[in-house]
């Protein structure tokens, strides 16, 4: 390793480390990557080195949702993989996840954004229970930006069963709820969702009403 440092040629040497496989050596090799800038790369190495929170950060900055998912599995978080698996357009894998998270989840807003997810996972007419169960839950809901995710899992529920109805009653809600300066970037980002959807859904009022914002 010596000889290849010696020489410049640091990738060789990180990946030497990385051979090692043992967690130490990994995590040694993955902050050299790290330095390189190589971050796919540097996210398997925190994999190996049993660091998988430092992996999931390399991963969504090098916008690898798939190797997300591992980071995300490794971590025990249900909530997380089965979004993330929704978003992935793999509702069949999402509903274990998704259903062991909510049997756990004691707050209103995570209940009722599961509840909506696992009625999307889940897709109609198997859904029907957790979608009413949803629907229930959101007069009881904070009018604040906490309460944004849960309108977003209606909406994409909604883009899911063809309910155009539901896709905007809840971007129209979630938008409201984001709009602040400390929420500008979730509100852009939830317009730039509300925009697509209406464009594959075919709505041309929505789209034109929102391309220039």
């Known amino acids: ?35 390189l ?14 660091q998988p929170r430092a ?12 190797r ?34 909510l049997a756990q989840a004691e707050d209103r807003v995570i209940q009722a954004r599961l509840h909506f997810q696992v009625a999307h996972a889940l897709g109609d007419p198997a859904g029907q ?7 229930a839950l959101l007069p009881l809901l904070p009018h604040s930006a906490e309460s944004a995710p849960v309108w977003l899992a209606l909406a994409a529920w909604g883009e899911a069963v063809g309910r155009m109805d539901r896709v905007q009653e809840g971007y129209a809600e979630a938008l409201r709820l984001l709009d602040h300066p400390s929420t500008a970037a979730a509100h852009q980002a939830a317009l730039r969702r509300y925009r697509a959807v209406a464009e594959r859904m075919g709505n041309r009022g929505l789209v034109e009403k929102y391309h220039d914002r």
């Open 1 to 35: 390793m010596q000889c290849y440092e010696q020489s410049g040629e640091y990738r060789a040497a990180a990946e030497l480390l990385a051979a090692f496989g043992t967690p130490t050596a990994s995590a040694e090799a993955a902050r050299r990557l790290l330095i």
């Open 37 to 50: 800038d190589d971050l796919p790369a540097a996210g398997e190495a925190f994999l190996a080195a049993q």
């Open 55 to 66: 992996a999931l950060e390399c991963f969504r900055r090098a916008a690898l949702p798939a």
């Open 68 to 101: 997300e998912l591992a980071c995300l599995q490794a971590l025990g978080d249900d909530l997380a993989v089965g979004t993330l698996l929704l978003d992935l357009g793999r509702p069949a894998e999402a509903v274990a996840p998704l259903q062991r998270a």
């Open 129 to 135: 229970t957790d979608y009413r169960a949803g629907l």
